[in-house]
């Protein structure tokens, strides 16, 4: 018995060393577990930076790295005056929660931004989309200047009024202040017997306004002469300036530097009018105008135009050459027009006459002469050729960079008939991309006339043909390179485009 109690005693004794030593082992493996996390890495609040996906690195706090980019942009800060410039638009800073331990700093991550992508600033990119504008085509432009006209141009701005104020010195470019003022307020006077009112004024774009950050490395307008300046004259600025020298006129300068009157005086908003004097040592900026946006005008207007008389000659058989006498004498008559008129961007687009009053009639001038000849035309003047009225809707000279070399003539409506301005001869008749359906006249003393953008030629003349003063040789039309119905006139010494000189043909009238 005591042998078993004896072996309980033990068997006890080595139950307990074995529960000693696991309490001990289980005490060991729990000090290791214990030392094991006091020593783990803890997650920690973070900002990773990204430059277009890809991380660049870690930091503690993104307003560190905003006021740092402040800090080293003062430059920038003052030149475009605003309180803050921002990262740049490919950079990307995001809260993340990280057991990472390396943070990047933010010095660095500047100096990579500096090296990489531009700064920002905060300000507007403004939209002028002409994706549904009127394409009003400019005669003598090509194919290739049609094809490449931008729809959409993108403006940098950092102020909303900055824009507003520089469209609208665009506008005054084209039409007087008080004028804008009275439709702008509706107050325009009525019309009593002649004189014009504006019925619509507008910009013919979408314009949008979108806030944006902005890169530093693009162009960016602070000021509205500087935007002005480029709504005038578009991206290919190739304004330069003009110092006036004695003896210069606006149309001197003009014609110098291939520009019209008008468009100096839209270039200098100082000159005034047509009129305005020059003085030795001025400086005047002059350019090829090519606006970004197109303004347009729509106009009502009346007014008396003068209808000229013609010179008849009778041969009187019973008196000797040489004898002349007035039988009737002549008197020009008067027709008051009413006309309804479009203009873009300073130019007459479409021009109809919508009514016509004969205010007083015209006479003609007879002459008795002496000889046997009979009744005839006097071939040394120059008939008109269309029907009248009419309205001279662009006149010779330069426009936009390129001289037209004759007048636009229209408002007597679609398939009226052409005129021949004087007896000759057709030398040539056809169809070209530029004008249309065109006759050209040699009147075989040194002068050619040459018509275009006519609806048909044929059955009236064709090539080899002699014609005489007023006899039809076609219809009026827009064929060609045409932005409404009207005929383009033109009157040469020499051949046409072809070593001869092109003559304004109103001074023949």
Known sequence: MDNNINNKKNNNTLI?????????????????????????????????????????????????????????????????KVDNVYI????????????????????????IMNEKEPFTIKGYKVLIDKTNATDYESEGETEEE???????????????????????????????????????????KSIIDTGESLENLYIDAKITYTESFLPVNEKIYTNENDLTEYLLFGKNQNMSTYTVQDGDTLVSV??????????????????????ALLYAGQKLTVGILDPVF?????????????????????????????????????SNGVNRITQ???????????????????????????????????????????????????IISSQFGWRWGRLHSGVDISGTGYGSPIYAAKPGVVVDIGYNGLSGNYVQIDHQNGYYSRYAHMVTISPYVKKGDYVVMGQTIGDMG????????????????????????????????
């Open 88 to 111: 740049p638009n490919d950079i990307n800073v995001e809260k993340d929660i990280t057991y990472e331990e390396n943070i990047t700093s933010i010095e660095s991550i500047y100096n």
């Open 478 to 509: 827009c064929s060609g390179n045409c932005y409404g119905t009207h005929l383009h006139f033109e009157i040469w010494r020499g051949a046409p485009y072809n070593g001869g000189e092109a003559i304004n043909p109103l001074l023949f009238y």
């Open 146 to 188: 049609k094809n490449n006209k931008e729809k959409k141009t993108y403006i940098n701005i950092l102020d909303k009024e900055i824009f507003a104020n520089a469209a609208k010195k665009v506008v005054l470019s084209f039409v007087s202040e008080d004028e804008f003022t009275d439709y702008e307020n509706e107050v325009q």
């Open 340 to 390: 309804k008129i479009k203009e873009v961007n300073g130019e007459i687009v479409t021009a109809l006459i919508s009514s016509t009053e004969e205010l007083k009639p015209v006479v003609n001038e007879i002459i008795v002469k002496g000889g046997k000849q009979p009744t005839i035309v006097s071939a040394g003047n120059w008939g008109w050729p269309t029907n009248i009225p009419y």
């Open 294 to 330: 197109q303004t347009v005008k729509e106009i009502h207007k009346v007014e008396d135009q003068t209808v000229a008389y013609k010179t008849e000659y009778i041969y009187d058989n019973s008196q000797l050459v040489g004898y002349q006498a007035t039988r009737t004498a002549g």
């Open 16 to 80: 307990i060393g074995i529960v000693i030593s696991l309490i001990l082992s289980v005490g060991i493996t729990f000090f290791s577990s214990s030392d094991v996390l006091s020593k783990s890495k803890v997650p920690i609040e973070a900002y990773r930076v990204y430059l277009k996906g890809e991380s660049i690195g870690l930091i503690q706090s993104d307003k560190e790295l905003y006021n740092y980019i402040n800090h080293m942009q003062k430059e920038l800060m003052d030149k475009y």
């Open 254 to 275: 003009a014609e110098a530097n291939k520009m019209n009157v008008n468009e100096v005086l839209i270039a200098n908003a100082n000159l005034k009018s047509s009129n």
